[in-house]
């Protein structure tokens, strides 16, 4: 069964959701996805795709509307 958890990082700055995902993906088992809610208007998408990528984690979907953009992060091994 893959785990499946929700982070909202809405409002945060880069380096305070950075913190939060790293504690979040402890909670997430190997293979599980991590759901990543962004404020569209701030642009992090790209930077915590690169992120989440250097981490040797892989962004599986996005999806995106007007307000906001939604990054489902897989958990592998590195």
Known sequence: ???FKTLDTRGLSFFSATDQLNQAFKDVKMNGILEIILDKKKSFSEAFSGW???KGYKVSNRDEDARLVRLFIRKSKR
């Open 1 to 3: 069964m893959t785990v």
């Open 52 to 54: 989440v990528e250097s």
